[in-house]
Nanobody, 124 residues
C-alpha cells in the first residue's frame, strides 16, 4: 500500500516556476515507478511525466518537454516535478501516481495509487 500527498502548487505568472513534491508513505515506494498527471477543468486527466523505480529513465509529454523535470529521492520517499517557463495552458490539478513496477509507466490506467492533487494556476 502506498499513500501519496502532493504539495507545492499555487498561483504563478506566465514564465514563472513551481516545484511540486509528492511524499509517499509505505515501504513500497522504492519499488514503485512514479508519474505526474494533470487535469484541467472540463478535460480528461493527461500524462505529464514518468520516472522509473531507480530514476534512470524519464519520459515527458510533448507539451512539457524541455520545461518540466521529474526526479525522485528514494531515501526521502519523494518524487518531484520542477516546472519552468510555465504557460497559462499548464493550469490544472496535478496528481502524482505510483505503479508497482520497475519501468516507467506512461498509461494512466496502469497506476494503482493516486494522490489527492494540487492546484497549479498560471496567470497570463
Amino acid at each position: 500500500q502506498v499513500q501519496l500527498v502532493e504539495s507545492g502548487g499555487g498561483l504563478v505568472q506566465a514564465g514563472g516556476s513551481l516545484r511540486l513534491s509528492c511524499a509517499a508513505s509505505g515501504r513500497t515506494f522504492g519499488r514503485a515507478a512514479m508519474g505526474w498527471f494533470r487535469q484541467a477543468p472540463g478535460k480528461e486527466r493527461e500524462f505529464v511525466a514518468a520516472i522509473s523505480r531507480n530514476g534512470g529513465s524519464t519520459y515527458y509529454a510533448d507539451s512539457v518537454k524541455g520545461r518540466f523535470t521529474i526526479s525522485r529521492d528514494n531515501a526521502k520517499n519523494t518524487v518531484y516535478l520542477q516546472m519552468n517557463s510555465l504557460k497559462p495552458e499548464d493550469t490544472a490539478v496535478y496528481y502524482c501516481a505510483a505503479a508497482q513496477r520497475s519501468t516507467a509507466v506512461l498509461r494512466l490506467n496502469e497506476y494503482e495509487y493516486w494522490g489527492q492533487g494540487t492546484q497549479v494556476t498560471v496567470s497570463s
